[in-house]
């Protein structure tokens, strides 16, 4: 799977999922940090990436509908160190690569995944 990791998250998450075998790219890998959110989403339109960040804007689907995105992942940890975002993030590995992801939004908290589609 293609993943595009948000600036707000470590670039140690992105090399997290390429150690789970994805194609992982950070926003700060590819020098976007700072690049406003449309920007972003744009570029992961274009790349055919999902979106894993914390940003909660990309939980808008007005602003965001997901049927426009490979898919969009907004984590909601209980703290945002790195430590407990990556705890995060593997606990739901799983559901990733058995669930569609394309057209949906997930918001991922510690107890509880909610999907969204447009509409």
Wanted: hydrophobic residues 40%; glycine residues 6%; without cysteine.
């Amino acid at each position: 799977m293609r993943f595009k990791t948000d600036e707000n998250l470590s670039v140690t998450v992105a090399e997290l999922l390429r150690q789970h075998g994805h194609d992982a790219m950070s926003i700060d890998e590819q020098q976007m940090s700072g690049f406003p959110d449309g920007n972003v989403a744009e570029v992961v339109q274009s790349e055919g990436r999902v979106l894993i960040t914390l940003d909660l804007d990309f939980s808008n689907i007005q602003n965001y509908p997901p049927a426009e995105y490979p898919g969009i992942i907004v984590l909601r940890p209980p703290r945002q160190d790195n430590a407990t975002v990556q705890a995060l993030l593997l606990k739901v590995l799983p559901l990733m690569t058995d669930e569609k992801l394309a057209g949906k939004l997930w918001i991922v908290e510690d107890q509880k995944v909610r999907v969204r589609s447009s509409g």
